[in-house]
């Protein structure tokens, strides 16, 4: 099958590898597709510049939109979740494109919940901030599409070289509030990859999921957890913020429900397995 990631970064590019490895051909669409594995075709493009959109692979039987916005301005939650999807949608549909189904990753940002609610996919979805309407608008140019979409809506990713925890651990600068408690919801990033390319392959997938591993933690007690395992300075407890900001639980029972298998289920398998493989390689936690 072709296929096609839209946005081909951190997550993107290791589902490329995924896929390319399960026989498929799969290109990954960046600015700048220097870089990307050899398994995964490179296609050089804008999403933001429709320009240069009009010569997508042929026969794509699967796309994926993976790409996250380059800063946190408006303007870039916009180009990445507004621009770019519409520019997509735009150009399969003039290039005759069929693909049986579009996959559109999106983030649990989306929820304003503030009280450390939990919330599911059918739980109201009313972002305070640009960046989580700008979301929201791209979410609903996939649905309203005339090709079969399903919306991911990712928590925290973390994995390979996104450690910085870790890093603030070592360095002495983590820090939490424990009244009220401030939740994190995280996942894999092979659990993202895992996640998609399960979707993209059944047979009739609901339109929105959640991706979330199955425990949302306290953030002081994953900082102190992590502070256990690698002997570092523990956390420092600080003065509640007086912001009101997202802070939610999430749950995972649909994507489950549908058969995905988490690899890592918690925090501590996933962040246990980024410090193994660290260890093993003789280097710093960073």
Request: glycine share 10%.
């Given at each position: 099958?072709?296929?096609?990631i ?14 390319a490895?399960d026989g ?27 320009e ?23 303007a870039?939650y916009?180009?990445?979740?507004l ?12 290039q005759?494109q069929?693909?049986?189904r ?5 983030s ?17 979805a ?67 990859v ?34 256990g ?21 999430c ?26 493989a ?9």
């Open positions: 099958m072709n296929i096609l839209a946005g081909c970064g951190y997550v993107g590019t290791a589902l490329g590898v995924r896929l490895a498929h051909s799969v290109w990954g669409l960046r600015r700048r597709p220097a870089g990307l594995p050899d398994t995964v075709q490179p296609l050089a493009a804008d999403l933001a510049d429709a240069t959109l009009r010569s997508l692979p042929p026969g794509l039987g699967v796309v994926y939109y993976t790409a996250g916005a380059a800063d946190s301005s408006e870039a916009r180009t990445a979740y621009d770019g999807p519409r520019h997509l949608l735009e150009a399969l549909q003039q005759g069929r693909p049986r579009v996959v559109f990753t999106s649990t940002g989306v929820y304003a919940q503030y009280r450390g609610e939990w919330v599911d996919e059918d739980a109201p009313e972002p305070l901030h640009a960046g989580g309407r700008h979301l929201m608008a791209g979410e609903r140019l996939f649905l309203e599409s005339e090709f079969a979409a399903t919306v991911l809506r990712l928590a925290g990713i973390y994995g390979p070289g996104r450690t910085r925890l870790i890093e603030n651990l070592r360095q002495g600068n983590a820090t939490y509030q424990d009244s009220p408690p401030v939740y994190l919801n995280l996942i894999h990033r092979d659990d993202c895992g996640a998609l390319r399960h979707l993209a392959a059944l047979a009739r997938p609901a339109s929105l999921y959640i991706g979330v591993d199955y425990r949302p933690v306290e953030r002081g007690t994953l900082l102190r957890w992590l502070s395992v690698l002997d570092t300075p523990p956390p420092r407890l600080v003065a509640a913020s007086t912001n009101r900001r997202s802070n939610k639980r749950r995972n029972a649909r994507l489950v429900a549908s058969g995905y298998p988490f690899q890592y289920p918690t925090f501590q398998h996933g962040y246990g397995a980024i410090i193994d660290l260890t093993k390689e003789k280097k710093p936690y960073v």
